[in-house]
């Protein structure tokens, strides 16, 4: 009996051992589990804020991109002459070409009078009575700019005579005047002169905000001015009110709206933040981001990204939870056989979280990315905007040259006509100085002919045998006419040049246009010494070169020297050596500049393979 009992004793003893073993166990492996799902719960988290502010900021920059154009737009038409010679049609024609060209966020845009009267709209092919859509007179897009004399940028909602709102930006008209004071001297007077305006559409911008959000991301855009007044939101009857009104804040559930109208107003204080707000066991991620223009914080961009993520999370490991317990009471119990398969199966759980985890931190890194890659993007979207304004200022001057002189002529030929006879004497220089400003013209219009070809992938080469010494030597008598005739504005300029036969295969045309465009532009910065061409064989390819003694290469231009619209001066536009190369590539060659190393004019060279099954 006495070893019964002591069995007995021993047995509840071991007993009471395994159960405080399991006890011990399942505390552990439930604050183990409790203290992992926390962590997942706040990388979800923190995981959803953080796309949340990159949508923001995205949208953000598309926005602001947006509005640069509309500037844009208006700098280019306050500063049209069309507008001070009070040129209707012209003027008709740029507002027309300004609204296609941001027609996805802007309804029209006005020229208004220094009176407050729209004299013209981009909405004249459309609505012939435009003058009646705006109030003007007393409104602040006119009335600011007339006080200040600079642009204003609407914070509020104005409209009339329309159900739609709009957002108004406008650029003051200003006339110079000189007046001389009583001591004899010269002041310049800046002078109102009306204004020009673009209306937003707010209807149009929140569409274009919306469409422009990642598809993967569900939630909502709306937009804020400084005093917090809704510029635009999904639910159009809370457009115009301030955020504080009955008719916001009536919408926020009386738990959140303390802090929801803290995070707004941090907001509107122009900070970029994120924040998240939970009720009912639902997340809505609140993220904010200024909008800058021209250095002025004009409105902030808001979005509101419900989300359940995260608690989904902490719901399933919660469940998971649950049912280890369940395992480890039940085989604990059992036998110390199933205490080490539930060791062995918090191991694995542990080695899961840990790959979730990692895949988490790898899809931030990701994101992380992106968003480098999407400055990145902005930046060479800057860039190319940069180039294409430079463009259109050079090719403008580049077509204003030509036709000036054209029209000048024609002109004087006019004057000279007899009214009887209507037949007049014109001289031989002014018949060669008409053609050669056409032929002039005729180059640049097929030079942005070539540039589409190119940019459409249409560029098309029509090869044939020929010997390169006829290209060259053609080339080299235009260029020695022209040296000689005086046109570019010297004679000191030695032409070089030994002809050497040799047979290619490729496009003569396109060839003798590269050689002639590497040519006109060693013309171009040479003002004497020589120009000197040159070909050599190496192998089966051909090497031809073109040697000055001109200005050289701008460091600043080098590195995008074959780049469209890469210039530094003003004597062309950009294009000839673009184009060039595209024709060198297809023929698949290669063409490269250098600085002389005398330091003194610059060499182009060009390659072009040899065919020698000829």
Known sequence: MISLSVFKNNFSLLLIIIIIGIGFLFIISYQSSAFTAEEIKKIAEEDIRSNARIQAYDLSRILVHSLDSIISNLKVLTSSPFLFEKDIDQV??????????????????????????????????????ANEILDTQNQPFFLNPKKTLTPYYSTSITSKGSPSAFLYISYPLIKQQI?????????????FNGVVVAAISVKSLGTFLQNEMTTSIIGNVG???????????????????????????????????????????????????????????????????????????????????????????????????????????????????????????????????????????????????????LEKANE?????????????????????????????????????????????????????????????????????????????????????????????????????????????GTTDIKIIYEPVSIKIFADKERINQVVSNLLSNALKFTNKGFIKIKIEKNSNRIIVSVEDTG?????????????????????????????????????????????????IGATFFFSLPIDERR
């Open 92 to 129: 008709q024609n740029l507002l027309y070409s300004a609204q296609s060209s941001t027609l996805h966020i802007t309804d029209a845009y006005y020229w208004i009078d220094v009176n407050g009267r729209i004299v013209t709209s981009s909405k004249v092919y459309q609505i012939p009575q």
């Open 551 to 599: 200005s050289g290469i701008h460091q600043e231009i080098f590195p995008r020297l074959f780049c469209k619209f890469a210039t530094k001066s003003d004597k062309g536009t950009g294009l000839g050596l673009y184009i060039s190369k595209n024709i060198v590539d297809a023929h698949g060659g290669r063409i490269w500049a250098q600085n002389n190393p005398s330091g």
């Open 380 to 488: 060479q979207l800057k860039v190319h905007d940069r180039m294409q304004k430079e463009f259109i200022n050079i090719a403008a001057h580049e077509l204003r040259t030509p036709i000036m002189p054209i029209l000048g002529e024609v002109e004087i030929i006019e004057e000279d006509l007899d009214p009887k006879t209507k037949t007049v004497k014109v001289e031989e220089e002014q018949i060669q100085l008409i053609i050669r400003n056409a032929k002039r013209l005729d180059r640049l219009a097929s030079d942005i002919l070539d540039v589409t070809k190119i940019e459409s992938k249409s560029l098309k080469l029509e090869k044939a045998y020929f010997d390169l010494n006829d290209v060259l030597s053609n080339s080299v008598r235009d260029i020695q006419n022209q040296v000689c005739s005086g046109d570019v």
């Open 223 to 373: 937009l804020m001015d400084r005093d917090g007044v809704i510029i635009y939101a999904r639910n159009q009857s809370l457009i115009g009110n301030n955020y504080m009104s009955n008719e916001f804040q009536s919408l926020i559930p009386n738990d959140l709206r303390e802090n929801y109208n803290r995070i707004i107003k941090k907001g509107l204080e122009g900070e970029s933040l994120a924040e998240d707000l939970t009720y009912n066991g639902s997340t809505i991620t609140l993220s904010y981001e200024p909008i800058v223009i021209n250095g002025k914080y004009l409105w902030t961009l808001y979005g509101s990204f419900p989300h359940q993520l995260a608690s989904n999370v902490g719901s399933l490991i919660a469940q998971q939870n649950n049912f280890s317990t369940l395992i480890v009471v039940i085989t604990g119990s059992v036998t110390f056989g199933i205490i080490y398969l539930i060791l062995s199966w918090n191991k694995r759980l542990e080695g899961e979280v840990n790959i979730r985890t990692g895949q988490l931190k790898n899809t931030n890194i990701s994101l992380l990315k992106s968003n480098q890659l």
């Open 179 to 191: 007046i001389q004071s009583q001591n004899s001297t010269y002041n310049v007077k800046q002078i």
